[in-house]
């Protein structure tokens, strides 16, 4: 039986955690990866769970939260007509079989080197979102045939490497190729869907070092993170919106790049054990 002042000190941390990604979510339109799989990898550790296979578990329960948040947010922008169904379609089967390579690999390597990955990849995210602009091109309309074939997967294997949903590769892939960047947001979200179902089917099957998992983890999937993020999600991310509404966005956005960069220094800083 886990030690019940432990688990209270985890359900307060996951308390904030929630917050604070439901209030970004809709403050800046962002998934709650990129958020949570850092704050979810300093909670553990910072309760004692410090394993080789740490970083595999921040990115399953990232990754089974995205699936509530997604549906959510795609039959949202559904209803506006805002989803454009036929690049999802057509690109969907690409990014589920790179979702799936993505957990094969992920559950082979050491936490370390998933840290090292999520730095990388969370300073050039973090680079796009406060320097990137709107009205940037590099062609008119999506890529197709062997360039889709290559690409499609390579969003689903990235995405799981960082725990993420579509946003922070689709919507820049998206608006790159001349998509509206409304349509792309509310696109993203389906890559999300199609993305997390899978990765988190497959993480349900990894097996991991029993002592080093918290407690009431399946596979490598926290259940308690899973249902206290999606809550305190579905609850603050309204004020995120009602926040957003009230100031200029832009600023906020260049911000949370900084904080993001410093985030992924962080990690790699760790990763390289400084």
């Known amino acids: 039986m886990p030690d019940p002042t432990l688990l209270l000190m ?15 979510a809709g403050l800046l339109g962002l998934g709650g990866g990129i958020v949570l799989v850092p704050a979810f990898f300093y909670a553990f550790q910072t309760l ?66 998933l840290q090292m990955l999520f730095g990388c990849l ?11 602009r709107a009205e940037w091109r590099i062609a008119e309309a999506m ?11 390579a969003v689903g294997f990235l995405s799981v490497l960082m725990g993420i949903g579509g946003g922070s590769f689709g919507v820049p892939l998206m608006s790159l190729h001349g998509v509206a960047i409304h349509r792309a947001v509310a696109t993203a979200a389906g890559f999300g869907v199609t993305i997390a179902v899978p990765a988190v089917i497959a993480f349900l099957t990894v097996s991991l070092e029993p002592s080093a998992r918290p407690p009431f983890t399946i596979g490598a999937v926290n259940l308690p993170a899973f ?20 100031m200029d966005p832009k600023p906020l956005k260049r911000i949370f790049a900084v904080f993001l960069i410093l985030v992924a220094l962080n990690m790699l800083r760790k990763a390289l054990g400084q």
């Open 227 to 246: 249902g206290v993020v999606i809550a305190m999600t579905l609850l603050t991310a309204p004020l995120g919106v009602k926040i957003a509404h009230a």
């Open 143 to 153: 890529p197709k045939g062997f360039r889709r074939a290559v690409m499609s997967p």
């Open 10 to 24: 985890m359900l307060a941390l996951l308390i904030v955690i929630g917050a604070l990604a439901g209030v970004l």
């Open 48 to 113: 004692g769970y410090d394993s080789p296979q740490m970083m595999q578990i921040c990115l399953a329960t990232s990754l089974s939260t995205i699936i509530v948040t997604s549906v959510r947010s795609v039959l949202s922008h559904n209803k506006k007509g805002a989803v454009d169904w036929q690049i999802l379609r057509t690109w969907a089967p690409g990014i589920m079989a790179g979702a799936v390579l993505g957990v094969m690999v992920a559950s082979s390597l050491r936490s370390t080197t």
């Open 122 to 132: 969370g300073i050039v995210i973090g680079l796009y979102l406060g320097f990137g």
